[in-house]
């Protein structure tokens, strides 16, 4: 019994540790793709079989955005988020990478909004009407015209597919010398942070 509360111990600081790395937007997540529509204020579902739907571009959220500049930091991704948004498949189930990402543009909007959009005026009654599904907004997104990311040696060792895409700087001391680089002709939001949704007062309710 010890033992296994060890391994479950352990278990969880290795997923713990591996997921919470980044020492840039942490808690972001990327889009499967580059993007000009999910602006904060967009409320989706995700259904018992795991897909994501968009419910609605929610326009009574208001929203604001910001310059940042250009942004540099680790994140650390699933194969799964790396697949699809480079087309790089690891053997591994997280990577860390370092990410630039030019003039970005954060756009952002505040609890009190999106409180007051849908639960005091009850949108949120009109459009969460899936009790079997999982919904969230979106708070915050970042976009960018142009984005870098970087990979370490140790990494790309565990690169399967897709090295003909990266490209190799050379030198002395530099940590992630292998990158692939994206630009857009338009801005186009990369990341996105979220927000579970309760249900509405009085919904999702059962009688017997």
Do not use: W
Not at 74 to 102: G, P, R, Y
């Amino acid at each position: 019994m010890k033992k296994l509360f060890l391994l479950l111990f352990f278990v969880s600081v290795v997923s713990f540790s591996q997921t919470n790395t980044n020492s840039l937007l942490k808690n972001f997540k990327p889009f499967e793709t580059p993007r000009t529509n999910c602006h904060p204020g967009t409320v989706y579902r995700i259904g018992t079989n795991g897909v994501e739907y968009i419910v609605q571009d929610v326009k009574q959220i208001k929203s604001d955005e910001s310059s940042d500049g250009t942004l540099v930091g680790q994140m650390t991704f699933s194969s799964q988020e790396l697949l699809k948004i480079l087309n790089l498949n690891f053997n591994s189930d997280f990577i860390t990478a370092e990410v630039e990402i030019k003039e970005a543009i954060r756009e952002f909007t505040e609890q009190a909004n999106v409180d007051l959009a849908l639960y005091e005026n009850k949108i949120a009654e009109d459009i969460m009407i899936d009790d079997s599904s999982n919904y969230f907004v979106i708070m915050e997104t970042v976009a960018t015209k142009e984005i870098t990311f970087r990979f370490s040696k140790s990494s790309i060792d565990l690169l399967t597919t897709g090295k003909s895409l990266l490209s190799e700087k050379t030198g002395n001391g530099i940590d992630f010398p292998f990158e692939i680089k994206k630009k857009f002709s338009d801005l186009k939001r990369i990341f996105y942070l979220e927000q579970k949704l309760d249900p509405p007062s009085g919904s999702f309710l059962f009688f017997f």
